[in-house]
């Protein structure tokens, strides 16, 4: 699976290092909190029969999204509740085989509830995806 062209925001980064390595260092869904440096913790929790993962970001705030689906590089979740001024939130997370390593690819589709919320969305994509380029040299 990879971005879908319908994207309201959509960011990627070109890393030099192989995509199965890649994947397996960041694609876990509690790994955001390792490379992302807004997010001071992630956890999977089990809500209703459903894998959920709430985000704990440096500020405090809780965001719970619901893990839609999982596969050998990417995953896509959507946003059950959060400080976020968006609705119908849903992002994916994805890494591709590039000529000289990978990318990997953030994008989402939502509806903004302020016109902030494109720059807000925006600007924790390019954070971090800025953290993978110093973990790995981009």
Request: proline share 5%; hydrophobic share 35%; aromatic share 8%.
């Amino acid at each position: 699976m990879t971005h879908e062209d319908h994207d309201r925001i959509q960011r990627w980064v070109s890393l030099p290092w192989p995509a199965r390595q890649v994947w397996s260092e960041i694609g876990g869904l509690t790994a955001i909190a390792d490379w992302h440096p807004l997010i001071e913790s992630a956890e999977l929790v089990d809500i209703e029969g459903a894998s959920h993962r709430h985000l704990r970001t440096i500020d405090g705030d809780l965001i719970t999204e619901r893990v839609i689906d999982t596969g050998p590089h990417h995953y896509t979740c959507e946003i059950v509740e959060s400080h976020l001024p968006v609705i119908d939130y849903r992002s994916t997370l994805s890494c591709a085989v590039e000529d000289e390593g990978c990318r990997v690819f953030w994008g989402a589709t939502f509806e903004p509830l302020d016109p902030q919320a494109d720059e807000l969305i925006t600007g924790f994509f390019e954070a971090g995806l800025r953290g993978l380029r110093d973990m790995y040299g981009g």
